[in-house]
């Protein structure tokens, strides 16, 4: 039995194998545009917040050093 997924950028169909060098993606230019997706935050994974750059947010470690 060939297991196939679709891509997850062009949804071409994928055969899921050692040999399918850029799985779950068809192609390393699919790869690279949903790369590209995630650097430029477009891409999120639920329940998760940016850390904030206030430094009065981070936890005070000074007592540990």
């Keep these: 039995m060939v297991t ?3 891509c997850p950028q062009c949804h071409k169909p994928v ?3 050692a040999q399918a060098k850029w ?4 192609s390393e230019r699919c790869k690279l545009i949903d ?7 477009n891409h999120k994974i639920v329940g998760h917040t940016s850390p904030s750059n206030n ?11």
């Design 55 to 65: 430094p009065d947010d981070l936890d005070d470690y000074s007592e540990y050093h």
């Design 15 to 17: 055969t899921w194998n």
């Design 4 to 6: 196939t997924v679709n």
């Design 35 to 41: 790369l590209g997706d995630w650097a430029e935050g």
């Design 23 to 26: 799985k779950p993606f068809c």
